[in-house]
């Protein structure tokens, strides 16, 4: 059986990309938290703006993602707006890719 | 290799597609887009043709006819197809019918099309008949999105400016039939009125007639055009923008109350002007001054959002839009100008009119449009071809859809053709328009270009299969 590691889970949410920022959901501080239970796995995250046209494309797109990973059989994403995103909860990464500036 | 890394061996989600929910099938508003560009294409073709058009004064046949051509098969097709798609999304409800929107295209692309054909023509009746199917089609839009509106959740400044847009466009549309049935309904009445019913309804066109002869042709005219200009473009381009705008530059509204003043500014001047420019009262400078005043604290508050922006990087697409809004000051010194009392009407003062017209609906409006296109149409093609897509293989972004380097062509050619166009219908000069509306037709081109290259991703989509590659991991400090 594969062991599920919380590692593996972002990898490969980074797999998922906000189409309008052209960086990943875990680079763009997206992910609030990560639940492994077995071979059940539950994502709790957010997007950079309530309203967003891409809301339930990107839900579907983690969804998509963390059911394609070995070992999980199910998977839940909630997307939720508290707290509220802000671009501080970015990576280096993220931001270099979305032409953030120093914060 | 993982399942993640080839997506044919992707289990299914556990859920119906959950697309759709606030959003109609993109095919509604591509249709009101494309339709809208191809009018963009033959109206800016028409001036290069006749580029006569721009140097002469603007009371006749084939300026008014070119006019409903970009005002009516450009920009409201475009403003009316995005807004099937961008109010529900924006506001976070559901579009109440989109079937009475298909029917709206019907009748809008029928409607213009041969009121435009009738006024090159100088058939009024003709332009009575095909304006009220136009006008029903905006009836069946005004209804839909009224319907919409009060889906609302939570009520703000864009829903706000939506709903005052939605009035001021059944008032120009409105005004612009009656005008229509002022100038020919007393040719047309007579021997008509065979039954009650009939008679009844010449009656009304004829008390319509009558009332409107008070007022002088050219006045109203240029009420009418100034409720569709300033109530329903220039409303949507503030009210839209103060959702838009801090959404793709990463930032937020920084005061409700001056963006809420510039809309409530806007309509009390508008409605001032209606009436002043109607009456050719020596007022209107002082509602042109309230309005330019709105437009200010918008600039402001504007500003202030961008300053508070998070994402440093201004795509081509905003700069596109921010353009279109720094020509919001020559247009609005213009209308100061125009609206000067004892301002004498001569062959100058008649091209800085042109150029009024010309500057608010391709400078501004067109332009604004443009960019925003930049970012509806990625949309519109990304949602239909990759969002079933999405976490199952490797999707472009919405950049990847287009070329930027034919865009910022685009974007500069565009800017020229507006300059020189300007300088040339000034001067009178016929070559120096005919060759800004060439450079200007060269823009667009760049942008059926993009579009074109966008919607290739519809026939052949460019997701690849996952390759695992995990950016570099940021090195603590």
């Known amino acids: 059986m594969t062991t599920i590691t919380e590692a593996a889970i972002l990898d490969t949410l980074r797999q998922v990309i906000d189409p309008e920022l052209g960086c990943n959901i875990v680079d763009l501080g997206l992910i609030y938290n990560v639940t492994i239970a077995d071979a059940k796995v539950a994502v709790v995250m957010t997007l950079t703006t309530p309203g967003c046209p891409m809301h339930e494309s990107i839900r579907w797109g983690a969804q998509n993602a963390l059911l394609g990973l070995d070992g999980v059989e199910a998977a839940e994403v909630e997307v939720v707006w508290d707290p509220p995103w802000h671009p501080s909860m970015m990576t280096e990464f993220g931001r270099a890719a979305t032409g953030v500036g120093s914060l | 290799m993982s399942a993640a890394a080839n997506p044919l061996k992707a289990k299914s989600g556990p859920a119906a597609m959950p697309f759709g929910a606030h959003a109609p099938s993109v095919t509604l508003p591509l249709a009101f887009i494309l339709t809208g560009l191809l009018a963009l294409c033959a109206g800016m073709g028409w001036l290069v043709l006749q580029p006569e058009l721009l140097t002469t004064y603007h009371y006749n046949q084939y300026v008014i006819a070119v006019t409903h051509l970009f005002v009516l098969g450009w920009i409201c097709s475009v403003i009316m197809g995005a807004m099937y798609q961008l109010v529900p999304v924006a506001l976070e409800t559901k579009l109440y019918s989109e079937r009475l929107a298909r029917w709206h295209f019907a009748f809008h692309v029928v409607g213009f099309i041969g009121m435009v054909w009738m006024f090159r023509v100088w058939n009024m009746k003709q332009v009575g008949h095909f304006g009220s199917l136009l006008a029903f089609g905006v009836g069946l839009f005004v209804y839909n999105i009224t319907r919409t509106l009060r889906r609302v959740p939570k009520w703000n400044v864009t829903a706000t400016a939506v709903a005052a847009a939605l009035f001021w466009i059944s008032f120009a549309v409105t005004a612009g039939l009656s005008i229509a049935i002022a100038k020919c309904s007393y040719d047309s009445t007579e021997g008509l009125a065979t039954a009650q019913g009939v008679r009844t309804f010449v009656n009304g066109l004829r008390s319509i007639a009558g009332f409107l002869s008070r007022f002088d042709a050219i006045g109203a005219m240029h009420a009418h055009a100034h409720l569709g200009g300033v109530g ?35 309509n009390i001047s508008l409605t001032g002007s209606y009436i002043t420019i109607l009456l050719r009262s020596p007022w209107k400078l002082a509602f042109a001054l309230l309005g330019v005043l709105a437009l200010a604290i918008y600039g402001w508050e504007l500003a202030t959002i961008l300053r508070a922006r998070k994402r440093q990087t201004l795509d081509w697409g905003i700069k596109y839009f921010l353009t279109a809004i720094v020509f919001l000051f020559p247009v609005s010194a213009l209308a100061v100008v125009l609206c000067w009392p004892g301002l004498p009407l001569n062959t100058f003062t008649g091209q800085l009119e042109n150029v009024y017209g010309f500057l608010g609906l391709v400078g501004v409006a067109s332009l604004a449009i443009m960019g925003m296109l930049y970012k509806i149409v990625p949309f519109l093609v990304w949602f239909k071809r990759y969002s079933i897509q999405i976490g199952r293989a490797q999707v472009p972004s919405l950049a990847e859809l287009y070329s930027a380097r034919v865009q910022a062509l685009g974007y500069w050619m565009f800017l020229a053709g507006v300059g020189s166009t300007c300088v040339a219908a000034v001067f009178c000069s016929e070559i120096g328009v005919r060759m800004g509306c060439g450079l200007l037709a060269l823009g667009i081109a760049t942008l059926v270009f993009n579009v074109g290259l966008m919607l290739t991703h519809l026939f052949r989509p460019k997701a690849r299969p996952f390759t695992l590659q995990t950016p570099p991991v940021p090195t603590p400090a």
């Open chain 2, 232 to 266: 329903f473009f220039t409303m949507l381009i503030l009210g839209v923008s103060y959702k838009l705008i801090p959404m793709f530059t990463l930032s937020e509204i920084q005061s409700k109350r001056r963006a809420a003043c510039s809309i409530v500014l806007l």
